[in-house]
């Protein structure tokens, strides 16, 4: 735009660009428009709102729990594979369970374990989930993988049970049962339970006792399953949330209490948490009205304008916005954009940009109107002013709603898919309450201002009646006692009189100046010092027990069993011996980084398969074993024994790990993902275990070409997003300034 300019040909008008006169061009005839319809407009609006807020509230609210994560980040792609892997063809069944006990101070006490083996028991068989056949299959019936994952708890509580007991009858303890931790041994047949055991205090003593574990805190379980032909999503977040409700409100024991974690728990959680915000949009729309109120009344009475009417025009101010949000969200959900909890944040927002709005047009309506009782003009009439008003606020809020819109734009494609999110339904938001603010509000102006200049008129002729039409208006107004709106403008001038001379002050000028500089040293110094820390408990509401869940997690399960999930894409071919040699060196590797519990923690089942393999060539003298003692001494494994190496019942363990097809009479791998634990109770804080997980990726990114390997933590989505916020936020504030 160009510099304002006055010159005696133009008498003090002032030179505009064509882009400036022609929005005033159209805001003037719309003006006009909105005046000669302002009930049609303000019904069509108002059914408009009552369509989009029924879409709204009928529209099922949906939450991505990788949606924080940054476009690009690495934990992105490492969660579809894990997904994949896990879930090729949707999303399964996963579930965590966390038992601890109410009377007594470790989970090894008699009375808790069996209640243990009881809700063990509970979980496989009394939860069934619909067939493709209309059937109904508990847990035990359906899986395939992974049933025998809490099978070592139910043998190590069961042989523990039954120890505790010989001991108690003077019966001397069986020398084939080792129920040590994290490796428990029972008739030659070795477990870790390591996932199962956590809060974990060792024995001193070396005598001989049951079991090296003086105390443990808490046990957890865990039911998982692939998704079967027949299920669909609602299905498997309903059998979720029966055993989730089940623990939440049936579930009776005076020995133990049930914490349950799953994906539909938490997305229901964050639905829950998000639809809390909705009461406050009630209470900050009681707020923001009463404070809109006071405050459009006193700048009524200091422009001398007090009207009833004024207070429509509040009101009216805080209903636009949240009239606009529910059109616009509405409108989102019908072109299929997903409903998501942070979306409730939006109507706060789009508040405050709409009620400044408001004041905007209040105070030009204001200004306009003393105007005209001071210099009155013919044909005046509510649109007439109306139209004055478009044109001197409708660019200011036309600029402010394009500068929000484009500041949400960098939001769209520089940070996560929720904020993504949310930068959609803001922009569509703030668009409809511009929209909304030209049409609906004008429209309500234009009517109160119709009573307005009603009122006008007959006080004018009451004040005509009263001072008689032969005397001038200095006689009528003259008056001892000064009107108590006259003395508010008074004293209100003289206020800021007073303060525009403090402001216009050298010495209080320079004193602001230095003040804004110790402030932004300081500012500048604690983002260098602060700790980005984060917690997916901040997303549940106080009384969630995922908050509690989550408190448990980090305070015994994470410090002693932090867990690595490594998937081996390419196998490739391991009867080769050096293909074989370079996985376990691999292994080995991952195996002796800071805080690794080693073999220990590691879930490889190669090892097990070498031992299935020298076991099986010691015992076999049939034809063809001179091939597979062969393949044995090339440093190999013979992958045709892997069918009869996964039905063993000591092995059924490893049918989860491991995905295979046969092809030609031969058994091809074509993936399997290995486990690494780690421990350290520095990994209670968020950088120890961003630090893990860049080691595990080093490790990986030196072997990942030829294995194509992945490695998947639980943390990885959270552990990227705390190293991109410092990118986010001055990527944002650059965008916004710019």
Known sequence: MTVDEKTPATKGAVKTTRLVRGIAWFFEKWSHFV???????????????????????????????????PYGARARDEFDVMTDFFAHNGNGIAMFVLILPTRHE??????????????????????????????????????????????????????????????KNGTDLSERISLNYPITSIYSRKMSIQPNFFGIEMMNETAKTITNIRSSKLIALQLRSERKEGWNSQGIKDFEMSITNYFEKEFKSPEIRVLTLSTSYVEAEVVRAGMSLLPFLVVGFVIMAIVSSVTTFFSALYMQQVSIHKFSLAIAACICPFMACGTALGALFFCGVRFGSILCVTPFLVLAIGVDDAYLMIHSWQRVTAERRKH????????????????????????????????????????????????????ACIFCDFLYQITFYSAIMTITGYFEMKDEAQKRHIKTIACGAENDDSSCTSSSVE???????????????????????????????LTWIVFLVISIYGITIMN????????????????????????????????????????????????????????????????????????????????????????EEAEGGEEEKSIVKRGGIDMNNLP???????????????????????????????????????????????????????????????????????????????????????????????
């Open 106 to 167: 470790s989970v090894l006490h008699p009375d808790v374990l069996r209640e243990a083996l009881r809700l063990e028991n509970i979980l496989s068989t009394n939860f069934t989930m619909p067939t493709a056949e209309g059937k109904h299959q508990n847990y035990q019936e359906f899986c395939t993988n992974f049933c025998q994952i809490n099978e070592p708890f139910v043998q190590f509580a069961r042989s523990y049970l039954t120890e505790l007991d010989n001991s």
């Open 644 to 738: 009869m190496f996964l039905e063993w019942p000591e092995y059924l363990f490893w049918k989860g790990f491991v995905q295979y097809h046969s092809e030609s009479n031969h058994t091809v791998l074509d993936r399997f993902f290995i486990t690494f634990a780690i421990h350290g109770t520095n990994l209670q804080e968020w950088p120890a275990r961003g630090d893990a997980l860049r080691e595990w990726r080093k490790v990986v990114d030196k072997y990942s070409t030829e294995f194509g390997l992945s490695v998947f933590s639980d943390d990885g989505i959270y552990v990227d997003l705390i190293e991109n916020m410092p990118t986010d936020a001055w990527q944002s504030a650059v965008a916004t300034l710019a």
């Open 532 to 619: 980005i820390n984060l917690s997916p408990r901040k997303l549940f509401m106080e009384d969630s027990s995922l908050r509690e869940m989550d408190d448990l997690r980090v305070k015994y399960v994470v410090p002693n069993y932090y867990l690595a999930n490594v998937f081996v894409r390419n196998p490739g071919d391991l009867t080769d011996g050096k293909r074989l040699e370079r996985l376990n060196n691999f292994v080995d590797e991952m195996e002796h980084l800071n805080g690794s519990w080693g073999a220990l923690g590691t879930n490889y089942f190669v090892r097990d398969f070498i031992d299935f393999q020298a076991a099986m060539n010691e015992e």
């Open 35 to 69: 005046a000669n319809h302002a009930v049609a407009l303000i019904v069509i609006c108002v059914v408009l709102t009552l369509i989009g807020t029924f879409k709204v509230a009928t529209t099922p609210n949906e939450n991505d729990i990788t949606g924080y994560t």
């Open 483 to 513: 009107s108590f709106d006259v003395v508010v403008k008074r004293r209100v001038a003289t206020f800021l009189e007073t303060y525009i001379s403090l402001l216009t002050n050298a010495f209080f000028q320079v004193l602001v100046i």
């Open 376 to 427: 009155p003009v013919e044909g005046d009439s509510p649109g007439s002013r109306l139209s004055e008003v478009l044109v001197d606020t409708g660019p200011a809020i036309l600029i402010s709603a394009l500068t929000n819109i484009f500041a949400d734009v960098a939001g769209c494609f520089t940070s996560s898919p929720e904020i993504s999110l949310l930068g959609y339904g803001n922009m």
